[in-house]
């Protein structure tokens, strides 16, 4: 099987709300770039970059890509390189890629997903098969609050715990005493056995204003402490002087990234990305070395649509050490009559069936390659550009 075209479509899922973070409060989720990788047999692969502008490494190590940089890289620059591959030989894809293109993890994470796709259907196997098999047939969901109002926070939040979430995500970093107020809020409202995690997205000051935050946080029993600010050597001071354990995110894109937690005892789990390190690929070679080291992962993303989520999901079946509960979405196409809110952030989606969600879990996509359906008809309703 060859690969004959790369095809990227840019869409624009409608959100349930508006969904923001400290380092991202103006421009709306679900504009992504959706990667149709086509083949010599006549299997069509799937991919995704939930691709950012102000999403990146702290200290200027990685850069923000948009769905428009994608469709260009794909385009212009990977397709002709890998044109002509079989996507089942992806470390070889990869290989190809990087000699490319520097950088970019957003546009070859598509590619990558839309290869293991395009295999896995060649083969009558899963993405999660081709990486290795499966630890788990589910993920615990931990359903994202992002920034909002106090009283919608404890509003959504108490209907995703009735709906079945287990744990809450606290979008924080903005506002220290907004921040404690909103623990505290849910610990209240929520009792004693729901799960809660923060993640300041970088937005803290200063390191004694992490600390500081943090520990009165701690009050109301933490989880974790998601990437409270800016870079490895920040969060190391921070992790010496918290009780929660501390999670790199923008702190962890790379297998180098990973190396310099472990060098610096900055965290003790990371959030692994399908799109950050490139693809499932280097996700697995990420989580490898971490797992080596002793850390724990959650499965993280962008709110990515169906096709990435899926991605998501085989991913955090395939890693041993994807144990933490993770913000992927309950993905369902408009009237599929699952959940309202809980793990729910788009009113539609691309995909033809909608996600399992049961125990608090959503459910890993069963059938060959990533296990879903697109539809197109969706694709063109959603379209925003080439
Ligand atoms: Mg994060």
């Known amino acids: 099987m060859k690969i004959t075209d790369l095809t990227v479509h840019l869409v624009r899922l409608p959100a349930r709300r508006e969904h923001n973070w400290a380092s991202k409060m103006t421009t709306p989720i679900g504009h992504h770039a959706i990667v149709e990788l086509s083949t010599d047999e006549g299997i069509t692969g799937w991919g995704e970059a939930p691709a950012g502008a102000t999403w990146g490494g702290a200290h200027g190590k990685y850069y923000g890509e948009t769905p428009e940089t994608v469709a260009h890289l794909v385009t212009d620059h990977l397709r002709p390189a890998i044109t002509g591959m079989d996507p089942l ?30 295999a896995g259907k060649a083969l009558g196997v899963s993405a999660s098969d081709l990486l290795g098999g499966r630890h788990r047939g589910g993920i615990e969901v931990a359903h994202s609050l992002g920034i909002m109002e106090l009283d919608r926070c404890i509003e959504e939040a108490r209907e995703a715990v009735a709906e079945g979430a287990r744990t809450i995500k606290c979008k924080t970093g903005l506002d220290p005493e907004r921040d404690v107020a909103l623990v505290r809020m849910l610990r209240e409202e929520l009792g004693p056995d729901v799960r809660i995690r923060v993640d300041g997205n970088e937005g803290y000051a200063s390191v004694a204003e992490a600390v500081a935050v943090t520990r009165r946080q701690e009050e109301f029993d933490l989880l974790l402490c998601e990437q409270p600010l800016a870079g490895a050597v920040a969060l190391s001071r921070v992790a010496k002087r918290i009780t929660s354990p501390v999670m790199a995110d923008e702190s962890a894109w790379t297998v180098h990234d990973i190396l310099e937690l472990d060098r610096l005892d900055a965290a003790a789990s990371f959030s692994c990305y399908v799109t950050k390190p490139g693809g499932l690929y280097r996700a697995r070679q990420q989580a490898e070395v971490a797992e080596q080291l002793g850390m724990i992962c959650d499965i993280g993303g962008s709110i990515e649509t169906g096709i990435g989520n899926a991605a998501n999901l085989h991913l955090g079946a395939a890693l041993r050490i994807a144990t933490l509960p993770s913000v992927c979405p309950v993905s369902q196409p408009a009237g599929s009559g699952g959940p309202a809110i809980a793990g729910v952030y788009y009113t539609d989606d691309l995909i033809t069936e909608p996600f399992g969600f049961a125990d608090g879990q959503v459910l890993v996509p069963d059938g060959p390659g990533l296990g879903i359906t697109v539809d197109r008809d969706k694709i063109e309703q959603y379209r925003t550009g080439r």
Do not use: R, S, T
């Not at 990869?94 to 950088?103: P, R, S, T």
């Open 89 to 118: 030989e992806i470390g070889v894809v990869h290989a190809l890629m990087d000699k490319a293109v520097k950088g970019n993890p957003y546009a070859k994470a598509a590619v990558d997903i839309a290869c293991y796709d395009a």
